[in-house]
């Protein structure tokens, strides 16, 4: 039980994490655009000049992992209102596998609508994106749903056989 404990407080704790440093983006872009802080760490490191440290990409990576910020925060969101859901006191066994369910459910709507959270999709259609930059980010936001579908997919078939077992046990 602690390793649980433990679980959602980490996931309680990242979507506030997420939020403030979102809340402090402009001012993120700002230092990042006023300097040449791609090219100062490439010479630093010494690595040797690439277009991705020496060009300015207008601002485009800095909005990609804006979008990806935004993505994980839709996300905290959901795994957040679950883990409260979970942790109530007056939640019974018999309501686990409704609740797993429904959050395997609007992950499974989400990756078949191809929705990443409001704010993040508006990002990755601004015109100023580019088509293989959106598309790459968003085979990254559809593997993730994924993955989550698959993890909470393998838990939601062992909690099925196990209330099988649980039901037979009681005959």
Known sequence: MTCCA?????????????????QSWP???IKSLGTDCPK???????LPATEANTQDDGGIQLSIT??????????????EKTVLQLESDSVTFCELYPIMSHLRNKLKDRLADRFFGAV?????????MPCIKK????????????????CLESGLI???RMLLACSKACL
């Open 135 to 150: 598309t790459a980010t968003e085979k990254n936001f559809c593997d993730a749903l994924q993955r989550g579908i698959d």
């Open 6 to 22: 433990s679980c959602s407080h980490a996931l309680l704790s990242l979507g506030p994490a997420v939020e403030r440093l979102l």
């Open 158 to 160: 062992s909690a099925t």
């Open 40 to 46: 100062r760490v490439a010479k630093c490191l010494r």
């Open 120 to 128: 993040a999709t508006q990002i990755l259609d601004g015109e100023d």
């Open 66 to 79: 804006e979008a990806y910020l935004q993505f994980s925060l839709n996300l905290c969101n959901m795994f």
């Open 27 to 29: 001012a993120i872009v």
